[in-house]
């Protein structure tokens, strides 16, 4: 059964402490590996898409990672406005949805 | 990236009433959109994949008589929730992919948080 798994659920850091997300994924296939970003009352924001395993993007104080298990999200020296919930998300081959791990919660505090 | 508006972003309605809830994609067309349903410090569960010109598609447990679901243009789909309950409150949130450009992201809608007393 295809599934994400994100951890830790909840995650609570000093401004500048930088710190790793993390999302485990289990698809027949991987199309895409997706990272959102989600503010309380909003929908989900899209961060990056990850195709292949090895690949790396980045985006200001973010950078997101791909190994054939699992996906990282490397949160450097961040800021009280990068507390939000991020959301990972997985496509199988074949198949136009997206399964969505549980999220983290990241709280940034000055 | 793409744009995709949700309207309302908040409604309250009495139980027994139905709610229209719309989903557009402002700058392009989308064939295929998708209805999440998020409760309180929960994912994203997919609800149906909504086909421009075709029956949508739900997935297992989802009543299609209670969620009704209209495609009925490239930039419009949407969401009503019939005869509504308090346990149908929830924050109901759109997707949709721009096929024109060949990436697989999906933009999703502001939400709608629907309550229903």
């Known amino acids: 059964e295809d599934q994400v798994t994100q951890s830790p659920e909840a995650l609570r850091l000093q401004e500048g402490e930088s710190s790793s997300l993390n999302c485990s994924y289990t698809v027949s296939g991987l199309r895409g590996l997706f990272w959102y970003r989600q503010d309380p009352g909003k929908g989900p924001e899209f961060l990056f898409t990850l195709y292949s395993a090895g690949e790396e993007k980045e985006k200001e104080r973010l950078k997101a990672t791909l190994t054939k298990k699992e996906s990282f999200l490397h949160i450097t020296a961040p800021k009280p406005e990068d507390s939000a919930t991020y959301l990972c998300?997985?496509?199988?081959?074949?198949?136009?949805?997206?399964?969505f791990g549980t999220g983290t919660r990241l709280q940034v505090f000055p | 990236g793409a744009v995709v508006s949700q309207h309302p972003s908040w409604v309250i309605c009495k139980s027994g009433t139905s709610v229209k809830i719309e989903c557009r994609s402002l700058?392009?067309?989308?064939?295929?959109m998708f209805w999440y349903r998020q409760f309180p410090k929960q994912s994203l569960m997919l609800m149906a994949t909504s086909n421009e010109g075709s029956k949508a598609t739900y997935e297992q447990g989802v009543e299609k008589d209670k969620f009704l679901i209209n495609h009925a243009s490239l930039t419009l789909s949407t969401l009503t929730v019939t005869s509504a309950h308090p346990e149908d409150s929830s924050f109901y949130i759109c997707?949709?992919?721009?096929?024109?450009?060949?990436?697989?992201?999906?933009?999703f809608g502001q939400g709608t948080r629907l309550t229903v007393v």
């Open positions: 997707s949709a992919r721009d096929p024109g450009t060949g990436n697989t992201e999906a933009f």
């Open positions: 998300a997985a496509q199988g081959v074949g198949t136009d949805k997206l399964i």
């Open positions: 700058d392009f067309q989308a064939t295929t």
